[in-house]
């Protein structure tokens, strides 16, 4: 008679000490996230504890992790650019006035990271 183990495909193997051991293998990636990840899972942990169990559980926390990373950085680049061009923050301004060039792009970065936080992180 198989267990439910085995009968979802899973095996065992025999060891030295006549114990017999599950073959377990993660299908967890191996995590790159960065800023934007670990926002994420600290929010996780403190306000959406069902969800960050259910991906631990399922051994999905890193790729969920590294996934909301990748797209948080993909829209913030998107983001930077566009409000850059909309407001004419150009190389020709950081030539003429880098501390205003600064301080606009200072500006938009931040605005654009309180967009992709609440669009993305906080959710």
């Known amino acids: 008679m198989k267990s439910t183990f085995e009968k979802m495909g899973g095996t065992y193997t025999l060891g030295a000490d006549g114990i017999y051991y599950s073959n377990l293998v993660s299908t967890?990636?191996?995590?790159?996230?960065?800023?934007?990840?670990m926002i994420r899972k600290t929010y996780l942990k403190e306000h959406r504890s069902a969800m960050y169990s259910l991906y631990m559980l399922e051994d999905r926390l890193t790729e969920?992790?590294?996934?909301?990373?990748d797209e948080a950085q993909e829209r913030m680049d998107i983001l930077v650019r566009q409000m850059m061009e909309k407001q004419g923050v150009?190389?020709?301004?950081?030539?003429?006035?880098?501390?205003?060039?600064?301080?606009a792009v200072n500006?938009?970065?931040?605005?654009?990271e309180e967009i992709v936080l609440k669009e993305l992180v906080y959710i």
Do not use: C, F, S
Request: proline content about 3%.
């Open 28 to 37: 967890d990636e191996e995590p790159h996230y960065g800023k934007y990840g």
């Open 64 to 69: 969920h992790l590294n996934t909301v990373d």
């Open 90 to 103: 150009t190389e020709e301004l950081k030539a003429r006035d880098q501390m205003v060039w600064v301080g």
């Open 107 to 112: 500006n938009i970065r931040n605005a654009a």
